[in-house]
């Protein structure tokens, strides 16, 4: 399943969130200051899946954790949950600013906390997918000029943002992203799975059953997609393309407040904060453009 590391000040709040989470499966590890975290996370930064962050701590609040871990090569990657009594718009947006994947307000329901902490563990595992992918193909593209791809499932889209991740001098950086927006083009371009269906599978876990089922369909088993890329005057250029009807993109380049709290909808706006310096959809939103500076 995966460890998680409890950070909270309470004693009683660590207890049900243990006895929560262990009886999922997870593995935990609980600690009562940002000093104990700090030190837990330095000794075994690969030991942890996800941290589940109390934001109001003595000394050092989890808000300054989260920000020293998001410079921390080693950890930047961990997704945090930050939970908290603060639910004003302002103090969410100053979490998702400073790194926070998750939100959760409390009080909060057994079923919040277990849908959260398993999406953020899953993202945490296909992230160092991700990598194990990059290091098996490390120095193949790094001379490449241009190239484009055709692809039609998510996992087509996976080893080929692992290969095209190689292009620029910190894959690990661009992988992430480039992936998200890659997915995004087959999951809600190509076989339109919307915000909301993509919720209720989501949560019912028949997501991958529904893109195979899909996949299979006439009317969707023609469609591809395609990324091209380009290398010119200092920036790499991706241009991903599906056969969509596109969807209504703006909303989706910033992870809003309302959204904060969703187990999902956030890549687009991860990828424009974490792996690129721009990125843009064009039209009704079937094509994006990325850009990150070599």
């Known amino acids: 399943m995966g460890t998680i590391l409890i950070v909270d000040d309470e ?15 997870y593995l935990t ?10 030190n837990a996370l330095s000794l075994a930064p690969e030991g942890f899946d996800t941290v589940l962050l109390d934001r109001i701590m003595p000394g050092e609040d989890g808000i300054e954790m989260l920000r020293r871990m998001k410079k921390n090569q ?3 990657r ?6 908290t009594s603060l639910s004003s718009d302002a103090d969410i947006v100053d979490g998702l600013r400073s790194g926070a994947f998750y939100y959760l307000i409390k009080p909060f329901s057994v079923e919040k906390l277990m849908a959260i902490v398993d999406t953020a563990v899953a993202d945490c595992h296909h992230y160092r997918e991700l990598r ?45 992203g480039l992936s998200e927006l890659m997915i995004n083009a087959v999951e809600h371009g190509n076989l339109g799975i919307n915000y909301s269906k993509k919720t209720e599978l989501l949560r019912t876990g028949c997501l991958p059953q529904e893109i195979e089922y899909r996949l299979s369909q006439p009317e969707y088993a023609v469609r591809s997609a ?34 904060a709290f969703h187990s999902h909808g956030r890549g687009i706006a ?6 690129f310096d721009h990125v843009e959809y064009l039209g009704c939103g079937n094509q994006v453009r990325a850009i990150i500076r070599e």
């Open 132 to 176: 194990q992918k990059i290091t098996k193909t490390a120095g193949i593209f790094a001379s490449l000029g241009r190239a484009e791809f055709r692809f039609r499932t998510p996992a087509d889209a996976i080893n080929i943002a692992s290969l095209l991740a190689n292009v620029h001098s910190d894959p690990d950086r661009l992988v992430l």
């Open 226 to 259: 395609q990324v091209h890329f380009v290398r010119a005057n200092g920036e790499i250029s991706f241009l991903i393309t599906d056969q969509g009807q596109g969807f209504d993109w703006i909303q989706y380049l910033e992870i809003t407040p309302e959204r």
């Open 78 to 83: 961990i997704p945090v949950i930050l939970q």
């Open 270 to 275: 991860m990828a424009k904060m974490v792996s």
């Open 11 to 25: 004693p009683m709040s660590r207890d049900i969130l243990q006895i929560c989470l262990e009886k999922a499966g």
């Open 29 to 38: 590890h609980s600690v009562a200051s940002i000093e104990q975290a700090w």
């Open 74 to 76: 080693k950890l930047m």
